[in-house]
């Protein structure tokens, strides 16, 4: 399975995904998610679950990686660029703006791509796809442990693709 992305090129993402685009919540989180293609995945699988992450923050979260963007139950191969935002085909779990450590927005206000925002110097995001061998029994605003909870014994491929975001 190969997972890539128009919004990374070269091992950079492009400024609109984050801080530096033009889209964001009334509480100023950039929206604007990254288009992902998905290739190449195995004949059996059901559905695709993603993670995108920020290890770099850890530091600044006091050991903590930052959560950008949970989904799952997709059922195609291909994510496009601001689709976060509208999509109803598959359900979105939450991201780290929920935290303290983030604005504490709602539930409902951060089950969807909440984009990059290195506040010291340019982070490494890694989105991690995987293919799955069933949908998973989880509703919109589902938490990272339970998503993998559903996922384990039953991720047949993942793939990981990586990019900087200058602050």
């Given at each position: 399975?190969?997972?890539?992305?128009?919004?990374?090129?070269?091992?950079?993402?492009?400024?609109?995904?984050?801080?530096?685009?033009?889209?964001?919540?009334?509480?100023g989180v950039p929206t604007?998610?990254?288009?992902?293609?998905?290739?190449?995945?195995?004949?059996?699988?059901?559905?695709?679950?993603?993670?995108?992450?920020?290890?770099?923050?850890?530091?600044?979260?006091?050991?903590?990686?930052?959560?950008?963007?949970?989904?799952?139950?997709?059922?195609?191969?291909?994510?496009?660029?601001?689709?976060?935002?509208?999509?109803?085909?598959?359900?979105?779990?939450?991201?780290?703006?929920?935290?303290?450590?983030?604005?504490?927005?709602?539930?409902?206000?951060?089950?969807?791509?909440?984009?990059?925002?290195?506040?010291?110097?340019?982070?490494?995001?890694?989105?991690?796809?995987?293919?799955?061998?069933?949908?998973?029994?989880?509703?919109?605003?589902?938490?990272?442990?339970?998503?993998?909870?559903?996922?384990?014994?039953?991720?047949?491929?993942?793939?990981?693709?990586?990019?900087?975001?200058?602050?």
């Amino acid at each position: 399975m190969k997972v890539t992305s128009e919004g990374i090129k070269n091992g950079i993402i492009d400024e609109k995904y984050g801080k530096k685009g033009t889209q964001f919540n009334a509480f100023g989180v950039p929206t604007y998610s990254l288009p992902i293609k998905i290739e190449d995945a195995p004949r059996n699988t059901v559905s695709f679950a993603l993670v995108l992450e920020d290890k770099d923050a850890q530091p600044v979260t006091k050991g903590f990686t930052w959560i950008h963007w949970i989904a799952a139950n997709i059922t195609r191969d291909y994510i496009m660029e601001n689709e976060s935002q509208n999509a109803r085909d598959f359900i979105q779990g939450i991201n780290s703006w929920h935290s303290e450590l983030g604005k504490n927005l709602s539930r409902g206000e951060s089950s969807y791509y909440g984009g990059m925002t290195p506040p010291d110097k340019p982070h490494t995001y890694e989105l991690h796809v995987f293919a799955l061998d069933k949908l998973v029994d989880l509703q919109d605003g589902f938490y990272l442990n339970e998503l993998y909870k559903e996922m384990d014994g039953h991720i047949i491929d993942q793939d990981t693709i990586k990019g900087i975001y200058n602050n």
